[in-house]
């Protein structure tokens, strides 16, 4: 029993670091594509070669593939990703810097006592 759920675990944590890395590799090649009608294929190329690997069983062999994932897409990631403006780390994140204490800013306008 505890051998069946230690491979049902390990499975578990395999699945869910190819999902992670087909996800961070897939992000990546829309910056590598800039405009969607160049991301499409390179999309359908990704996808392609995870599926061509779904069907295989043996856990050592899973986790060196996933490895070698890793490895490339850490190697090919690109060097000045798109970050979206708002995000940690965009051009727009904290902008506008918190108001020096003792102003006070009113966020009902329209609605002031009269």
């Not at 992000?27 to 295989?56: I, S």
């Not at 856990?59 to 403006?85: C, F, L, S």
Request: charged share 30%.
């Amino acid at each position: 029993m505890s051998g069946s759920a230690s491979y049902l675990g390990r499975r578990a944590l395999q699945k869910e670091r190819v999902r992670i890395l087909y996800r961070r590799a897939l992000k990546d090649t829309l910056n590598w594509a800039v405009h969607r009608h160049l991301f499409y294929p390179d999309a359908d190329a990704l996808r392609e070669r995870f599926d061509a690997n779904k069907n295989v069983e043996d856990i050592e062999t899973i986790d060196r593939m996933i490895a070698d994932g890793e490895a490339q897409y850490n190697k090919w990631r690109h060097p000045d990703p798109y970050i979206v403006p708002w995000a940690p780390g965009g051009s727009k994140f904290t902008r506008n810097p918190t108001p020096p204490s003792g102003i006070e800013i009113v966020y009902d306008y329209g609605r002031e006592d009269h």
